[in-house]
Structures are given as C-alpha cells and as structure tokens.
C-alpha cells in the first residue's frame, strides 16, 4: 500500500512539473510575439523619422531597418491607410 502511494506522489509531482514547463513555453511564445510586433512599430516609426513617410509594407522594415523573424512561425499583418498616418500592425503565431 506504502508503494502505490509513493507512485501516485511521483506521477502528481511529475504532471505539476509538466504543466509548469508546458506554461513556461506559452509564455514565452507570447513574448516572442509581442517583442516582434513591437519591433515592427518601431521600426515604422523610425523610418517616418527618418524619411518622412511610413513604409509601405513590412518587406521594406526588413529590407531596410535589419528587422528579420521567422516567417514560418509568424504571420505578420501589416496594413497601411496613407504614407502619414502610423500602420495598423497585427502578429499572430502560425499553426504548427
């Protein structure tokens, strides 16, 4: 009986360090994500700064401000209104 107890802790303690790993890893997918879209802004807004108008895709960030990311891991939605007017920029994490 001792036996079955010691078992069943061992695989409690286990699913606990499990879950924590597995959430550890959302959260930090998360970041990821965050850091990218917060690049891509910053970058448009340096490029406004610098000449004057927002680029017109997020192609022209990487090309152009050394920005670079996974693209089979990331999808990145970039829509523009006017060459004045800050982009709307959106990233979502790809399915595997």
């Given amino acids: ?3 079955i107890g010691k078992w069943i802790l061992l695989l409690t303690v286990l699913s606990c360090f499990l879950l924590g790993l597995s959430s550890l890893d959302r959260s930090h997918r998360e970041e990821d994500r965050r850091l990218l879209e917060e690049a891509l802004r910053r ?6 700064a610098a000449e004057g108008f927002y680029p017109p895709n997020s192609d ?3 090309r152009n401000y ?3 990311y996974d693209e089979a891991r990331y999808a990145v939605h970039y829509v523009i209104f ?3 007017l800050m982009p709307d920029i959106t990233v ?5």
Avoid at 92 to 96: H, K, Q, S, V
């Fill in 82 to 84: 006017a060459s004045n």
């Fill in 92 to 96: 979502t994490e790809r399915a595997p």
């Fill in 60 to 62: 022209y960030l990487c």
């Fill in 1 to 3: 009986m001792k036996t």
């Fill in 66 to 68: 050394g920005i670079t």
């Fill in 43 to 48: 970058g448009a807004v340096a490029c406004y």
